[in-house]
């Protein structure tokens, strides 16, 4: 069993700065990605960032130059620096892995969800 937690959700004012963490845990052979996906209210999910294991990363275009993904291969967590935060960045922040839990068996794991409100 593999479990995703999350942390560091909250209240920012605009233009502030907040950073998630997502760690892995349980029997894990290999973490193939890593990353955050966003659902506003009356929305649908969408991929905010992902990076995998060789360290490629894939962003949203909305939150480009303002987000930055990293990963602790050895602490199989993935973090998300958010600065300059906007209101429409308010969301519930989902992290998912897709990982391998023994040799050619992948399989995607979402964490609980933190939220992120932006509001003065």
């Known amino acids: 069993q593999v479990q995703l937690v999350e942390s560091g959700g909250g209240l920012v004012q605009p233009g502030g700065s907040l950073r998630l963490s997502c760690a892995a845990s349980?029997?894990?052979?290999?973490?193939?990605?890593m990353g955050w996906y966003r659902q506003a209210p009356g929305k649908q999910r969408e991929l905010v960032a992902t990076i995998d294991s060789s360290g490629s990363i894939n962003y949203a275009d909305s939150v480009k130059g303002r987000f930055t993904i990293s990963r602790d291969n050895a602490a199989k967590t993935v973090y998300l620096q958010m600065d300059s935060l906007k209101p429409e960045d308010t969301a519930v922040y989902s992290c998912?892995?897709?990982?391998?839990?023994?040799?050619?068996?992948?399989?995607?794991?979402w964490g609980q969800g933190t939220q992120v409100t932006v509001s003065s």
């Open positions: 349980g029997r894990i052979f290999k973490i193939n990605s």
């Open positions: 998912n892995a897709d990982i391998s839990w023994i040799p050619l068996v992948r399989e995607t794991y």
